[in-house]
């Protein structure tokens, strides 16, 4: 990370997290809310974030060399891994979007009720009880996310005409 001002931030972060996480655990298991279990997995999986921060940052510091020879900054978008088994990576994705579709319409059949005459747009900003905005919304966002690597060979994002070889002749 940039002159260590942001590592200090991120590590803040870190470390902030985590007992964060601690403690909403701790008061789990004192009052048994399962609200305050959800919110100690989402502060473990806050903490996971700026553990993948820092890891990037170290890896961004090594040298150029001859295969990157911009350093490693961005190495994963500009050099991905290849994929070695591609078959099994789209069995998952279609797996996924399967699973998430499934639980994206019968969200969508429960909030149409609900929804009534107003568009999606309108019960997703009026709706007083936020779990079904929640899911539909989650759920939209994970489709979207599983369809965009179905259809996108990572080998192809960064080459020209890039995003799963769009624009190529």
């Known amino acids: 990370m940039a002159a260590g001002g942001s590592s200090k931030a991120v590590l803040a972060a870190f470390f902030g997290n985590s007992a964060v996480a601690a403690a909403k655990f701790a008061a789990y298991l004192f009052t048994q809310s399962f609200a305050m279990l959800a919110e100690s997995i989402h502060s473990v999986a806050d903490a996971g974030n700026q553990a993948l921060l820092l890891l990037g940052a170290r890896q961004s510091r090594k040298a150029a060399d001859d295969e990157h020879q911009f350093g490693y900054g961005i190495e994963k978008i500009m050099h991905p891994h290849p994929i070695e088994k591609f078959g099994v990576a789209l069995v998952v994705l279609a797996i996924g979007i399967l699973i998430e579709g499934f639980g994206f319409r019968t969200a969508v059949e429960e909030a149409r009720p ?11 900003r009026r709706e007083r009880m936020p779990e079904l905005p929640v899911v539909l919304l989650e759920d939209l966002g994970a489709q979207a996310g599983l369809s965009i690597a179905f259809v996108c060979r990572p080998d192809q994002l960064s080459e020209p005409g890039g995003f799963g070889g769009a624009g190529r002749n």
Do not use: A
Not at 114 to 124: A, F, N, P, T, V
């Open 114 to 124: 609900r929804k009534g005459d107003l568009s999606w747009w309108q019960y997703i």
